[in-house]
């Protein structure tokens, strides 16, 4: 298929790569020109100018930004990739953004006759490089089953959870979770080591119990450690948990944990780990146990 990927950062540079490998024509766009040649001089395909030169004869455009401004500059607007899409053509979107903004995307898709699907994935930098993520989708029926075709080049699983803004409503509930398995990781490593316990040997202990969680096999070395320069970004993540936290006013949910969490991250971003991985919550408590407040 001839496909577009809008956006090539640590998400979208991989996947596009994974459908180029695939066998798909894909043309590129990003808004550091630089990082399109560079995608293009790696894999083929070719760079555009603008979202809709980009998506101009595209059977599907993906697009993977950072927030919901992001996503309405390039899909929207008179060089939005809507603007170059055919009637019958499917806009994908795997920005972790807003259900509302999916709802707005979704509404001018329909009026251009093209199909639109949300679909936000977890698995990180690691899984888009490896082609193992988990894509959570609103949409159509239709649409779902045409994007699925198009997922599998990177995907280990895709999940259809309902009309279009659905997808974007589960990760958050994904973004809930982990923080909550962040924060409870942090607080038990951190008392391991103070009560004079080896961690790895708790690890081992606990690791293939009632506790395993995807962190604490990936994560606790390197939280014990207080390494966190990879991974998901500590700001990425305040700005998931805040689009978590202001759904959750708008249809009555209690987040006291989550709103918590999110404090947290406020701290360690305000001491400049801003870039630090997720994980990097233990830090508080480490820093604090320096005699650092």
């Known amino acids: ?12 540079s991989p996947m596009a790569g994974h459908l180029a490998r695939a066998g798909h024509r894909v043309t590129v766009y990003n808004r550091t020109a630089s990082k399109a ?24 455009v993906f697009v993977c930004v950072g927030n919901d401004d992001d996503v309405r500059s390039v ?4 060089e939005g990739a809507l603007a170059g899409m055919s009637m019958g053509a499917l806009l994908v979107d795997h920005t972790t953004a807003s259900a509302d903004l999916a709802r707005e995307i979704g509404a001018a898709a329909l ?19 490896r082609g193992q993520l988990s ?44 923080a909550g398995v962040l924060a409870g990781l942090s607080e038990g490593l951190d ?3 103070r009560a004079g316990l080896d961690p790895e040997k708790v690890i081992a202990a606990i ?10 096999e990936n994560r606790w070395r390197t939280m014990v450690e207080g390494q966190f320069d990879f991974g998901f970004a500590v700001d990425w993540m305040r700005k998931d948990l805040f689009i978590a936290t202001e759904t959750a006013d708008s249809i009555g949910a209690q ?7 999110e404090e947290r991250y406020a701290e360690i971003s305000a001491m400049g780990g801003g870039r630090w991985d997720t994980s990097s919550l233990i830090s508080l408590l480490q820093r604090r146990g320096e005699g650092e407040e």
């Open 1 to 12: 298929m001839h496909v577009a990927f809008i956006g090539l950062g640590v998400m979208g």
């Open 37 to 60: 040649r560079a995608w293009v001089a790696k894999h083929g395909g070719n760079a555009a100018n603008t979202p809709r030169e980009a998506a101009a004869g595209a059977d599907a």
């Open 75 to 78: 899909v929207l607007g008179h």
């Open 111 to 129: 009026a251009g006759e093209v199909g639109f699907v949300d679909a936000p994935v977890s698995g990180g930098q690691a899984g888009a490089e």
């Open 135 to 178: 894509v959570m989708c609103g949409g159509a029926d239709t649409d779902v089953s045409r994007a699925r075709e198009l997922f599998a080049a990177y995907a280990k699983t895709v999940a259809h959870q309902g009309p279009v803004g659905s997808g974007q409503l589960c990760k958050m509930v994904n973004q809930i979770c982990i």
């Open 191 to 193: 008392f391991a080591v």
């Open 207 to 216: 690791s293939k119990g009632a506790a395993q969680s995807w962190q604490m």
């Open 255 to 261: 987040l006291p944990i989550t709103e918590e969490i």
